[in-house]
């Protein structure tokens, strides 16, 4: 069975860090682009980095450029994201998704597989 697992989400203070992973079973993750997306409560799912199948090429969304870090370790089939500086605006539902491509991308529609979801608060 195809599936992707999301881990890492919390409560935590603003200005403080989480970093979420994404595991993969059942299929590798070696051919596939990964694409982090999240949904704050009655806001529409949208795009927040991405990264090739080979890590060489990423993407972030104007709102987290600097904050935060897409990774990836093909060998153990997971990508990451670490997230600094948090902000209460960040506070979502936060996705992974696999895309069966080289190039990653922001549209949602594009990926094939998602994970369930890890929610992230960020509070005082």
């Known amino acids: 069975q195809l599936q992707l697992v999301e881990s890492g989400g919390g409560l935590v203070q603003p200005g403080g860090s989480l970093r979420l992973s994404c595991a993969a079973s059942g299929f590798t993750l070696d051919y596939y682009a990964i694409g982090w997306f999240r949904q704050a409560p009655g806001k529409e799912r949208e795009g927040v980095s991405c990264?090739?199948?080979?890590?060489?090429?990423?993407n972030y969304a104007d709102s987290v450029k600097g904050r935060f870090t897409i990774s990836r370790d093909n060998a153990k089939n997971t990508v990451y994201l670490q997230m600094n500086s948090l902000k209460p605006e960040d506070t979502a539902v936060y996705y992974c998704?696999?895309?069966?491509?080289?190039?990653?991308?922001?549209?949602?529609?594009?990926?094939?597989?998602w994970g369930q979801g890890t929610q992230v608060t960020v509070s005082s």
């Open positions: 998704a696999a895309r069966g491509d080289y190039y990653c991308s922001g549209y949602a529609i594009l990926y094939d597989y």
């Open positions: 990264i090739s199948s080979s890590g060489g090429s990423t």
